[in-house]
C-alpha cells in the first residue's frame, strides 16, 4: 500500500489506481508491481499448502469438495480439496481468487462447520507457479 517515492500512483502520468504487490524473484531482488485492486495478476486458481490438519480425529477423504476462506471476513470460496503424502495438500478453486499469499493459511469448512486448514505453500495460475 505504500508508494512514497516510488513515482507511481497519485502523479499525472498515470490512471491513479493503487498499485499492489504482483510477484517477486528473490535472486534477482526484483518486486514486480501491477495497478488495480481487479488485476489479473493478483488472481490465483489453485495452491499447494503443507503443516494440514483436521479439527476432529475423524478419517478424511483423499478428495472432497468444501468451501475455504484465505483471509479473515473473505467470503466462502467453493474448492476441490486433494490430500497429498506428508501432510500436504492440493486446493483448486471453482472460480479465482484475488491476493492468495505463501505464509497464510486456508481454512476449510463444511457449511459453519471449520473443517481444519493448512499454511499455504504455493500459488499456481492456469498450472503455472506465481513468485508472490
Not at 29 to 37: A, K, R, S
Not at 102 to 131: H, N, R, S, T
Amino acid at each position: 500500500g505504500q508508494r512514497h517515492g516510488l513515482g507511481i500512483g497519485g502523479t499525472k502520468d498515470t490512471d491513479g489506481e493503487a498499485w499492489f504487490a504482483c510477484g517477486k524473484d528473490l535472486e534477482k531482488n526484483i518486486l514486480y508491481v501491477c495497478q488495480g485492486f481487479h488485476n489479473e495478476k493478483l488472481y490465483s486458481d489453485s495452491l499447494l499448502a503443507s503443516s494440514l490438519s483436521f479439527t476432529t480425529k475423524d478419517p478424511q477423504p483423499n478428495k472432497f469438495t468444501c468451501t475455504a476462506k484465505f483471509r479473515y471476513r473473505q467470503p466462502d470460496t467453493e474448492v476441490d480439496v486433494e490430500i497429498l503424502e506428508d501432510d500436504k495438500v492440493k486446493v483448486v478453486y471453482k472460480n479465482p481468487v484475488r491476493a492468495v499469499t505463501p505464509g497464510q493459511a486456508v481454512v476449510f469448512y463444511d457449511g459453519d462447520v471449520c473443517l481444519g486448514g493448512a499454511i499455504i505453500d504455493e500459488v499456481y495460475k492456469d498450472g503455472k507457479k506465481l513468485q508472490v
